[in-house]
């Protein structure tokens, strides 16, 4: 199943609390799963989850940091795994490893917590905004909401579901040029009719602050 790029694992009833606060998942020795439960998770009443995906060499702890800032404010679980290796499997090869630790990522999410299952979102920078475009539109009945920040390609074997998805690039992005990249992906997507929100803005291969919380803003309303 995850060397065609499918999840297997859905939310399901809580089975024990888990932490507030930043914890790690300890599900592998190196480039682990980190997770952020804002305060509102104590009320153990279900919450929005965002996956968020780092870009390329970096790790799981630029996927969290990239939206924590507005994550307590806004109520959302943030959980973000690690690739297996520099960046995500099918940019090197094919889909496996990294889907199947995404799926359990998910799972110890799913037992720990309860989420709102009309506000999953699969988001990633980079490299890590490829791969939420190619998995999420491969499980979009999973995924309700995809958040990608300058992405350059998506590569994806069947679409399911029509997920929501958030595009935003900078109109100087000399990593991802946004001419060969965003404004080829956006037309193709709503020729395909997905609902795509789509932002430039005068910057280069970033995130600014009011285009992550647009995304988030996405994700809750």
Known sequence: MFNTGRLSVRPQEMVEPGPTGESQLHLSPRRDTRLYAPAAAAARRPLPLLVMLHGA???????????????????????????????????LSTYGPDVEMIDRSLQAVFRGYPIDSARIGLGGFSDGASYALSIGLGNGDLFTHILAFSPGFVAVNAGVGKPRIFISHGVNDTVLSIDHCSRRIVPKLKRAGYQVDYREFQDGHTVPPEIARAALARLIE
């Open 57 to 91: 060499g970096g790790e799981a702890r630029q996927g969290l940091d990239l939206l924590r800032p507005w994550a307590e404010e806004a109520g959302i679980i943030l959980l973000a795994p690690a690739s297996r290796r520099p960046t995500w499997d099918i940019i």
